[in-house]
């Protein structure tokens, strides 16, 4: 399973949440659940980061820039706005 894999299964792992008030758990079930859904998914989370953590911010590292946001192209030195 590659790194989206287990970006998508964190997703998937913490929607059981939506699930466990309509278990037949005691109190200290549900807690003892809610702890292993949030260390599971945290951990499917990140190791799904870091997988595709280096390929993602090569890709997506154009987005990142601020100046570049509102711009459609690359910004260089001679795209000053026109007076006038």
Avoid: N
Wanted: hydrophobic share 50%.
């Amino acid at each position: 399973m590659g790194g989206g894999g287990f970006l998508i299964l964190s997703c998937l792992i913490y929607a059981t949440f939506f699930v466990m008030p309509f278990l037949p758990l005691s109190t200290e079930g549900r807690v003892v659940m809610g702890t292993v859904i949030i260390l599971v998914g945290e951990g499917a989370a990140w190791l799904g980061t870091v997988l595709v953590g280096a390929s993602v911010v090569a890709r997506y590292k154009r987005f990142l820039i601020p100046k570049r946001w509102f711009h459609h192209g690359e910004i260089t030195p001679t795209d000053k706005p026109q007076e006038g």
